[in-house]
């Protein structure tokens, strides 16, 4: 069995508070887009779950996303027979993009499905977000705002079709990083969710670049400045804007014409300022999924 696990970006992402368990509090308008890792899942004979993948660097025992998700199922439902995984990365890892969570949400999908256990996507989701926040908002999909953890969710309108320029600078970021080193109860700036709301339910797709906005931008930047800068190249390369996606420190900018985000992928590329370079567009299917 294939699927096809998609990465997102944050058009908006604020934080409203610190959680005594140390978790925060998010106000988040989620997108997913054409930029996928691929799964080939199989049933095998022989017990336990197996893992190949093309990135020497991820886990492929039980750190893995994937094995996570797999066993959380396989356990509960007293699963005697083994699966095997290929899993094939083109998503850039602990890049702000929810790789390894939509490998999760994948997984799990793959494994509801291939030994029959008949959970809905919302049994699905109550049992992903033990992997990850936001591996809830990766098994629904499309345009959503993500509240309380990033797990309860409220599937949005689509966002106007655009393209994407994805460039992750040659760095990494540690989401648990960003989160320590955000001052989350004294912040002095929140992006404009509400009024993204209401650009989302028209269709405007120029007021929604105009208010993307991402408070851990307060954390990154200062810390990576290469991050301002690929979003310099690109606001100055036709952009309707750009921005940093989820803990970075991967940026994104929206073009409406296809034409010149084919030039701004071009000039990022030329510059070296991001180490991966990708054109695409945003994905919308009513949050179903094929
Ligand atoms: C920042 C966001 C925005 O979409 O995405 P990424 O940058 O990871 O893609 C998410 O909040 C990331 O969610 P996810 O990556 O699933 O988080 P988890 O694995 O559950 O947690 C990683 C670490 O982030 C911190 N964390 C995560 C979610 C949250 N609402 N508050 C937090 O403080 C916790 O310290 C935790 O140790
Ligand atoms: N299937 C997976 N894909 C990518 N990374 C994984 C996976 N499973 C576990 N990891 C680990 O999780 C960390 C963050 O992964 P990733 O989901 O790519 O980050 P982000 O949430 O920032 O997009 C990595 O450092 C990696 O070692």
């Known amino acids: 069995m294939r699927l096809r696990a998609l990465a997102k970006i944050n058009l908006g992402l604020d934080v409203l508070r610190r959680r005594e368990d140390g978790y925060h509090e998010l106000r988040m308008i989620m997108q997913t887009i054409n930029m996928y890792d691929q799964l080939d899942m199989e049933i095998s004979r022989r017990p336990g779950i197996r893992i190949t993948t093309n990135l020497p660097f991820v886990p492929v025992n039980e750190n893995n996303l994937v094995h996570k998700a797999a066993k959380l199922l396989m356990d509960e439902f007293e699963i005697q027979e083994g699966l095997t995984v290929d899993l094939q990365k083109f998503i850039p890892v602990a890049a702000g993009m929810a790789g390894g969570s939509s490998d999760a949400a994948a997984a799990m999908i793959g494994v509801n499905r291939l030994f029959h256990l008949g959970l809905s996507v919302k049994d699905l989701m109550e049992r992903g977000v033990k992997i990850g926040a936001d591996v ?128 701004a992928c071009e000039a990022l590329r030329e510059s070296r300022l991001a180490r991966t370079v990708f054109l695409t567009t945003v994905f919308n299917n009513g949050g179903r999924r094929k």
Not at 171 to 184: D, G, M, P, Q, R
Not at 190 to 216: C, F, R, S, T, Y
Not at 234 to 255: Q, R, Y
């Open 136 to 263: 809830p908002y990766c098994l629904l999909r499309g345009t959503a705002l993500a509240e309380g953890i990033g797990d309860k969710l409220r599937p949005l309108p689509a966002c106007p079709d655009c393209y994407v320029l994805i460039g992750k600078p040659g760095i990494s970021v540690s989401t648990k990083f960003v989160y320590e080193n955000l001052h989350a109860n004294e912040l002095k700036y929140h992006p404009p969710i509400d009024e993204m709301l209401e650009a989302i339910q028209w269709h405007n797709l120029n007021k929604i670049a105009d208010l993307m906005g991402n408070v851990l931008e307060t954390v990154t930047i200062p810390n990576y400045p290469i991050i301002e800068q690929i979003k310099n190249h690109m606001k100055d390369h036709g952009a309707l804007n750009a921005m940093m996606s989820g803990s970075g420190p991967t940026v994104f900018g929206l073009f409406d014409d296809k034409k010149l985000a084919e030039h």
